[in-house]
């Protein structure tokens, strides 16, 4: 009964930090297109009232406009200095957010963007056996610490502190890895074949 309460709550609090940033975007689309229509609307008073596929001129142009600023923030970003400001802003602020740099990674990975960091993705032994694990960093020569995601929720688990001699690399991919984390182990005979 433990255990089915214990995977109940890993699933919600993953579908929390899975949703999380999902609504923020959509609320802050919404926020955007409203305060943008408000610049648009007096301009646009003086067209006439033409709906195309349904929407009307100044809501085309609102998109069009919101477009074009998420391409020109995009550009920014991709400046030294917007750099420098978004690593202070992870190592200050969103770092505190539970998962935060976790879920960052694997969106990058799932969304086709390079990440300077890649996961390394590992086994290491647990009471229960060998697990999947994600190593986050090397703390000294001989000590890593390393993420256990929880199936089949791995947007929750725990972080561990792993001696070297303990670390089985696999040499599959971070996505590989949570695709067969979120299938409770289906697909594990070819993904570890040879490697076990």
Not at 44 to 68: C, M, N, Q, Y
Not at 106 to 117: V, Y
Request: with cysteine; charged share 20%; hydrophobic share 50%.
């Amino acid at each position: 009964m433990k255990s089915i309460l214990k995977i109940i709550k890993a699933t919600f609090l993953g579908g929390i930090l899975f949703l999380a940033p999902l609504v923020l975007l959509l609320v802050i689309l919404e926020k955007g297109y409203h305060i943008i229509q408000k610049i648009t609307l007096p301009i646009i008073s003086h067209f006439p009232k033409v709906k195309i596929l349904g929407l009307a001129i100044e809501e085309i142009i609102a998109i069009i406009i919101i477009f074009i600023i998420c391409i020109s923030a995009g550009l920014v970003a991709r400046t030294t200095y917007a750099k420098r400001l978004i690593q202070r802003l992870e190592n200050g602020i969103l770092s505190f957010i539970p998962g935060y740099s976790f879920i960052k990674k694997t969106n990058e990975n799932i969304m086709g963007f390079e990440s300077n960091e890649n996961l390394k993705v590992v086994l290491v032994p647990t009471d229960a056996g060998l697990q999947f694990a994600f190593l986050i960093e090397e703390i000294n020569d001989n000590n890593f610490s390393v993420f256990v995601p929880a199936a089949p929720n791995p947007w929750s688990g725990s972080i561990c502190f792993v001696e070297k001699k303990d670390i089985k690399e696999v040499g599959i991919s971070q996505k590989e890895a949570l695709a067969c984390i979120r299938k409770l182990g289906f697909g594990s005979a070819a993904l570890l074949k040879d490697k076990l």
